[in-house]
Nanobody, 113 residues
Framework: QVQLVESGGGLVQPGGSLRLSCAASGITFSIMDWYRQAPGKQRELVAA???????NYADSVKGRFTISRDNAKRTVYLQMNSLKPEDTAVYYC?????????WGQGTQVTVSS
C-alpha cells in the first residue's frame, strides 16, 4: 500500500523556522514535491526535487526554503526559514512516478505572532 505521511507543521512566529517531513512507503518516487493551499486560494507548488537531487522552487520561497530528500529513507524534507504570515497554509507532500501520483494528507503551518 502506497502512503505519504507528513509531519512537522505547527504554529511559529514570523521570522521563525519549521522543518516538514514526508515519509513514503510502498514505492520510491522519481519526483517529490511540496504544495501548499491557503484558505480561499488555489493549491500551489512550493518546491520539487528529483531522485537525482535537482530542485525547483516557487519564486515566493526562493532563498528561504530548502527541499531535500533521503532516498534510502524514502523521505523528503522542507526546511522553512524566515517564515512570513503569507506562508500560512496547509502543506501537502506529493509523490510522482508516472503514471502514479500520490498525495499526503497535509499538515498545517501557521505563521503568526
Amino acid at each position: 500500500q502506497v502512503q505519504l505521511v507528513e509531519s512537522g507543521g505547527g504554529l511559529v512566529q514570523p521570522g521563525g523556522s519549521l522543518r516538514l517531513s514526508c515519509a513514503a512507503s510502498g514505492i520510491t518516487f522519481s519526483i517529490m514535491d511540496w504544495y501548499r493551499q491557503a484558505p480561499g486560494k488555489q493549491r500551489e507548488l512550493v518546491a520539487a526535487i528529483t531522485s537525482g537531487g535537482n530542485t525547483n522552487y516557487a519564486d515566493s520561497v526562493k532563498g528561504r526554503f530548502t527541499i531535500s530528500r533521503d532516498n534510502a529513507k524514502r523521505t523528503v524534507y522542507l526546511q522553512m526559514n524566515s517564515l512570513k504570515p503569507e506562508d500560512t497554509a496547509v502543506y501537502y507532500c506529493r509523490g510522482q512516478s508516472l503514471p502514479y501520483i500520490y498525495w499526503g494528507q497535509g499538515t498545517q503551518v501557521t505563521v503568526s505572532s
